[in-house]
C-alpha cells in the first residue's frame, strides 16, 4: 500500500506562490512506485494532471497550463515531492491530489494507482 499525505494549500492573492507537500509511506515490500505528481480537480471540472515526476531522476512533466510557473521536484530520502507554485491565477483554484504510479506505463499515460485526500488551493483576492 502506498499512503500519500498532502499539505501546504491555502489562500494566496493572484500573483502570489505556494508550496504544497507530499509525503509518502511505502511498503517497500509490496508496492513499488515508479514516479509521483500531482492532480488538480476545480469545481464543476474533471481532476486533470498538473505534473510529475519519476523517481529515478528523468525529466518532469507538465501540463501546458502551468508550464513555466509550477515546478515540481522530489527529496527522496524524505519520501516526499514538492510543488512549488508561482505566479498563480484564479483558474488555478482547485483541490490538489499527490499521486504516485507503479509502473512505467501508468505513469506515461497518466494513469495514477494511489491519490491522496488533497489539499484546498484557493487564489483570489
Do not use: H
Not at 64 to 82: H, L
Not at 92 to 105: I, K
Not at 110 to 120: L, N
Amino acid at each position: 500500500q502506498v499512503q500519500l499525505s498532502e499539505s501546504g494549500g491555502g489562500l494566496v492573492q493572484p500573483g502570489g506562490s505556494l508550496r504544497l507537500s507530499c509525503a509518502a509511506s511505502v511498503d517497500i515490500f509490496s508496492v513499488y512506485v515508479y514516479g509521483m505528481g500531482w492532480f488538480r480537480q476545480a469545481p464543476g471540472k474533471e481532476r486533470e494532471f498538473v505534473a510529475a515526476i519519476t523517481l529515478s531522476g528523468g525529466s518532469p512533466d507538465y501540463a501546458d497550463a502551468v508550464q513555466g510557473r509550477f515546478t515540481i521536484y522530489r527529496d527522496t530520502a524524505k519520501n516526499t515531492i514538492y510543488l512549488q507554485m508561482d505566479s498563480l491565477q484564479p483558474e488555478d483554484t482547485a483541490v490538489y491530489y499527490c499521486a504516485s504510479s507503479g509502473s512505467d506505463r501508468n505513469y506515461f499515460n497518466y494513469a495514477f494507482d494511489y491519490f491522496g485526500q488533497g489539499t484546498q488551493v484557493t487564489v483570489s483576492f
